[in-house]
């Protein structure tokens, strides 16, 4: 199986950061990588899909870029509605796997 | 509005079954390819199964292969897990969720699009 392993695990920031969060794939995967986006107790959210495409109501400061085995999910400026735990998802196997997850905190 | 329903979960011994239950609405269920992810406690989501819209294909995470079964009735929109020899280690939220066919110049993409809300499911003695 696939390996997606995202950095890091949490990370605190400040509303109007920009924040960067990493997932790298154990083998070339592409740009078959999505990244979504889960607030508590509640399901996960598509956020972006191969790897740059923003999904159709998702706000632009999101972005998403890479490609092969490394990859970026950035939020150009932190908003409070945005602190929740991001995932990312390779979609190049058919036996998906995700990332750990990264814990967005407020400072 | 795309929907989906889970059901079904809920307390059980180790070594014992449960059937999980998804029921969708709002879309042509029947053109779409279908999973179940979890999420135990605190931890990150695992793919769990996957069926193909007209069932032809069907695929299962190493941890539940042999002891979990992924079904669907296109007549009833509805997406099954059975789940049989639970363990202490399947505790979890079962989520449901849509395969969405993503048609770029380059390359075609998949992703999970619509989430049903979850169903827990706690195995414990």
């Known amino acids: 199986d696939i390996q997606m392993t995202q950095s890091p695990s949490s990370l605190s920031a400040s509303v109007g950061d920009r924040v960067t969060i990493t997932c790298r794939a154990s083998?070339?995967?592409?740009?078959?990588l999505n990244w979504y986006q889960q607030k508590p107790g509640k399901a996960p959210k598509l956020l972006i899909y191969?790897?740059?495409t923003l999904q159709s109501g998702v706000p632009s400061r999101f972005s998403g870029s890479g490609s092969g085995t490394d990859f970026t999910l950035t939020i150009s400026s932190l908003q409070p509605e945005d602190f929740a735990i991001y995932h990312c998802?390779?979609?190049?196997?058919?036996?998906?796997?995700f990332g750990g997850g990264t814990k967005v905190e407020i400072k | 509005e795309v929907q989906l329903v889970e059901s079904g979960g809920g307390l059980v011994k180790p070594g014992g079954s449960l059937r999980l239950s998804c029921a969708a609405s709002?879309?042509?269920?029947?053109?779409?390819?279908m999973h179940w992810v979890r999420q135990a406690p605190g931890k990150g989501l695992e793919w769990v199964s996957s069926?193909?819209?007209?069932?032809?294909?069907?695929y299962y995470a190493d941890s539940v292969k042999g002891r979990f079964t992924i079904s669907r009735d296109n007549a009833k929109n509805s997406l099954y897990l059975q789940m049989n020899n639970l363990r202490v280690e399947d505790t979890a939220v079962y989520y449901c969720?849509?395969?969405?066919?993503?048609?770029?110049?380059?390359?075609?993409?998949?992703?999970?699009?619509?989430w049903g809300q979850g169903t827990l499911v706690t195995v414990s003695s």
């Open positions: 969720a849509r395969e969405f066919v993503e048609v770029l110049p380059a390359a075609t993409y998949t992703d999970l699009d619509y």
């Open positions: 709002g879309f042509t269920f029947n053109t779409y390819d």
């Open positions: 069926i193909s819209h007209s069932s032809t294909s069907i």
């Open positions: 083998q070339s995967i592409s740009t078959y």
């Open positions: 191969a790897a740059s």
């Open positions: 998802q390779q979609s190049y196997s058919t036996s998906l796997t």
